[in-house]
């Protein structure tokens, strides 16, 4: 069982900057997969990065390239989020998952654990 912790959101004007964290309990960390997504009110869960195992591979949304960088720490068990420029339409409820396998995928339903969430605000 894997147990993942958010944190490091909140308000920031447009063009701002913020860096989101997750904190695994797994002790084989270094085995899954991470991910980030994002969920805005009355829309669906989507896609935000990922990040190979040993971090060596990273693949971003379209809508984030260039702004966001996600990174992994395996000694420390975390993972993160910088995003910098964020704009309006960043604004939603930050997940962190985790897969339990090597293989990458941006699909949430192939993703077996999920932290509670952080509350990211971007104001105009």
């Known amino acids: 069982q894997v147990q993942l912790v958010e944190s490091g959101g909140g308000l920031v004007q447009a063009g701002g900057s913020l860096r989101l964290s997750c904190a695994s309990s797994?002790?084989?960390?270094?085995?899954?997969?991470m991910g980030w997504f994002r969920q805005a009110p009355g829309k669906e869960r989507e896609f935000v990065a990922r990040i190979s195992w040993g971090g060596g591979s990273t693949y971003y949304a379209d809508s984030v390239k260039g702004r966001f960088t996600i990174s992994r720490d395996n000694a420390k068990n975390t993972v993160a989020l910088q995003m910098n420029s964020l704009k309006p339409e960043d604004t939603a409820t930050y997940y962190c998952a985790a897969r339990r396998t090597l293989v990458t995928s941006v699909i949430p339903q192939s993703y077996d654990y999920w932290g509670q969430g952080t509350q990211v605000t971007v104001s105009s």
């Open positions: 797994g002790r084989t960390f270094s085995n899954y997969v």
